[in-house]
């Protein structure tokens, strides 16, 4: 055991031979830092820190991450928005013990008190959920990154993986029918999954969330869209609108565009205003 790693176990509170299982990684330039699995389950990346973009640099109140993993996406909002509390609402076991154990390091004190963690499956009955701690109308914001894999897609060896990846479609109008519940009126959700979910997603909004924006995420011009993002309000009756699209990369390189690397370390945002238009990337 050298020195670094021993430095690795204290922050982690475990004995250094759990270093074996877990890792511990800087997002955003070092804003916060997240305890994973290491080499199972799933591992947060470009997705959850897009999927921060989509609430707003100067928003405050409660936030539910739901599907939280490790906390990824909530501990980013949480990190930036001095006023907004976040709630990782996750049902592994697994992660759920990651998502504290990320809550717990000294590199994550100065916003570590107002994120908690919720060990709870988000399509549990009402009154489990509230039991839980998940209240009806008590968020501002509602996020998630939901299993995006079907039933019929070739699934991984990897068990802890899997549960974070795949869902039968009809799961996602319970997941959406939970967000609507636990989300004040006029409250926020917004989410990130795969184009063929676009259909099943806006018809479980239907009556619960209007204004409706989706931005499709192509991996670069030309190339068909692999993710979209979405927003919508809570009892809007505002139309879907269809914003315009990003590139995550110029060209074939590997390189990120640079507005998705100014998206994804949290310095940029998509704004709701000017649906339609092209100026709805505002920086903080």
Known sequence: MNGLQDDEAKLLDVDP??????????????????????????????????????????????????????????M???????????VLVERSAVMADCARRSVALPQNRGFAGRVSVVETDVTA????????????????????????????DRKTPDRLKASAHSMPVAMYEYWIRAAC?????????????RPELLSQIVEACASRF??????????HPGADAIRFLLTGIKGSRARLALRDPLFLRDG???????????LTNGRLFLSRNGAGSAGHCVYD
């Open 252 to 262: 074939a390189g590997e390189e990120l565009a640079l507005d998705i690397d100014e």
């Open 17 to 74: 031979s759990d270093l074996d299982h877990f890792t511990v990684d800087a997002f955003q330039r070092g804003r916060f830092f997240l305890v994973q699995p290491k080499g199972r389950g799933h591992r947060a990346g470009i997705d959850a820190m897009l999927l921060t973009a989509l609430v707003p640099p100067d928003a405050n109140g409660i936030l539910a991450d739901f599907g939280a993993g490790a906390g990824a996406a909530g």
């Open 76 to 86: 980013a909002v949480a990190a930036r928005n001095p006023k907004m509390a976040a």
């Open 181 to 193: 519940a636990v989300c004040k009126a006029s409250g926020q959700l917004s989410l990130i999954a």
């Open 125 to 152: 009955r009402a009154a489990d959920r509230r039991s839980a701690g998940l209240g009806d109308a008590y968020f501002d914001h509602v996020i998630m990154n939901p299993p995006f894999n079907s039933d019929a």
């Open 210 to 219: 209007g204004g409706l924006q989706v931005t499709a995420i192509h991996p």
